[in-house]
C-alpha cells in the first residue's frame, strides 16, 4: 500500500464506503478477516467548466480498478496482495498551472502491494506493506516517475481494543512524500455499534446506533477529510457525505524532480447502492465539487503556480465484487 492513509481511506464513491470501512476495521482484528478477493470498478465524470482567470474550458473523467487479495492465511498469519490502476482524464486546451505545458490528456496513479501480519505471541500482531506505484502521466517511465513505500505496524490488544503503532515511508504519493511517518493510535470498540481509530494525527470513527443506520467520518493528513450517513433499506443503501481529497502527479519532464500537478477538490454526494448478493453491489452518485484546483509544487504548503476550477455537478458510478 502506498501509505499509511490509504489503508483507510474511504473509497471514492461513498456508496461503498460502508464496505470499505467494514473491510477497514476488520483488518484491526486479524482473526477475523476472511481468504478471498475483493474488487471494484469505477468511474465518475465532471463536465467541462471554466478555468478560473483564463479562457478556458476543462473536462475530467475519472475511472479506476482495485483488486486486494488475501493469498494464504492461517490463524492470525496472512499474506496479500493489492494492486489499483486509476485514471484521470483530461480534455482542455489550457495549459498547466505553471504555463509551460499543455494538461497532460491521462494521469495514471498505478499501485502494486505486498502485505503479510505475523502473530509475534502475546496476542500481539505485527505486520509490514511494501509497494511500488507510479503517479503520473507516463507511469514507470523513470525512475523520477516511479516510487516505492513500506510500513510497519504493531498491535497490541486490549480486550477487543488495541493499542497500534506504525511507522511509514514512502518516496512519493501526495503531501507525506520523502517524509518518514511515525505514529501510534487506539483502536477503540466498546461495543459492536461503535468502532474508532483514534491517533496522531489522524481519526476515523464508524457509529451505527440502529441496524439500518450509520455514520463515518476519518480525517488523514493533511487533506484527507470524509464523513457521512447510511441508511439500509434491504438490499439498497442510501448514502449521502462531504470530503476534501487531493491527488498528486509527477509529469515527465518536469524541471524540479520534486515537483507534481496537484489536484484538490472537496464536493457533496448522495446516492444509492444496490446489494445483489454474493459480493456484488453496485453504487450509483451524484454529487457537487467546489473548491477545486489544479496546483503545480512540493505540496499543499509548497505549490507556487494555480488554476482554480470552478464549481460544478457530477456523476459517478461503481461495482464491486468478492471471491471467496
Not at 34 to 55: E, F, I
Not at 120 to 147: Q, R
Amino acid at each position: 500500500m502506498r501509505r499509511i492513509v490509504q489503508l483507510a481511506a474511504f473509497a471514492a464513491v461513498l456508496g461503498s464506503a460502508s464496505a470499505a470501512a467494514q473491510d477497514f476495521f476488520g483488518s484491526l482484528d486479524p482473526t477475523a478477516q476472511k481468504p478471498g478477493v475483493q474488487s471494484s470498478v469505477s468511474w465518475r465524470m465532471y463536465p467541462d467548466a471554466d478555468l478560473k482567470g483564463l479562457d478556458e474550458d476543462i473536462g475530467l473523467a475519472k475511472s479506476s480498478v482495485r483488486v486486494n487479495a488475501m493469498l494464504w492465511k492461517d490463524g492470525k498469519d496472512s499474506l496479500s496482495l493489492s494492486t489499483s490502476v486509476g485514471l484521470l482524464g483530461i480534455d482542455s486546451a489550457a495549459l498547466s498551472p505553471s504555463g509551460g505545458r499543455p494538461y497532460p490528456l491521462k494521469l495514471w496513479n498505478v499501485v502494486m502491494g505486498l502485505g503479510i501480519q505475523q502473530d509475534v505471541g502475546k496476542g500481539c500482531t505485527a505486520g509490514g506493506n511494501v509497494s511500488v506505484s507510479s503517479s503520473s502521466d507516463e507511469p514507470f517511465g523513470t525512475l523520477d516517475e516511479t516510487g516505492f513505500s513500506i510500513s510497519l505496524s504493531l498491535r497490541i490488544p486490549q480486550g477487543d481494543s488495541a493499542w497500534l503503532v506504525f511507522l511509514y515511508y514512502g518516496s512519493s504519493g501526495g503531501e507525506l512524500s520523502r517524509i518518514p511517518f511515525p505514529s501510534v493510535g487506539f483502536f477503540w470498540k466498546p461495543c459492536e455499534e461503535f468502532q474508532a481509530l483514534l491517533g496522531m494525527p489522524f481519526f476515523m470513527i464508524h457509529y451505527r446506533p440502529w441496524k439500518m443506520l450509520m455514520f463515518h467520518a476519518s480525517y488523514f493528513p493533511l487533506t484527507q477529510v470524509r464523513a457521512g450517513v447510511m441508511c439500509f433499506l434491504l438490499v439498497v443503501l442510501l448514502h449521502a457525505g462531504v470530503s476534501w481529497t487531493n491527488e498528486g502527479f509527477y509529469l515527465a519532464g518536469r524541471d524540479r524532480r520534486s515537483d507534481q500537478l496537484l489536484y484538490y477538490q472537496k464536493e457533496i454526494t448522495a446516492g444509492a447502492t444496490v446489494h445483489f448478493g454474493r459480493g456484488a453491489s453496485a453504487a450509483f452518485t451524484a454529487g457537487y465539487a467546489f473548491d477545486r484546483e489544479f496546483r503545480e509544487g512540493r505540496a499543499w504548503w509548497g505549490s507556487y503556480d494555480r488554476a482554480p476550477v470552478r464549481n460544478g455537478w457530477f456523476v459517478a458510478v461503481e461495482g464491486s465484487f468478492r471471491f471467496n
